[in-house]
């Protein structure tokens, strides 16, 4: 999988679940969820990045 592949399939996932979470989750915890998934979409970026590093050092 290429970088753009995998970058534009996990924004991709990131604001489906942002638009399923926004109308499924109760408003009391929607704020922490919609955070959650900034965080899980981060991490996704970072690992992404450290993989395309690693690959281009090869």
Do not use: H, W
């Not at 942002?18 to 499924?24: L, N, R």
């Not at 408003?27 to 970026?45: S, V, W």
């Amino acid at each position: 999988m290429t970088f753009n592949k995998g970058y534009f399939g996990g924004y991709l996932v990131f604001v489906l679940a942002m638009i399923i979470v926004y109308f499924t989750v109760p408003r009391e915890y929607g704020f922490y969820a919609l955070i959650l998934l900034a965080i899980l979409f981060g991490l996704y970026q970072f690992f992404l990045l450290s993989k395309r590093k690693k690959s281009s050092k090869s």
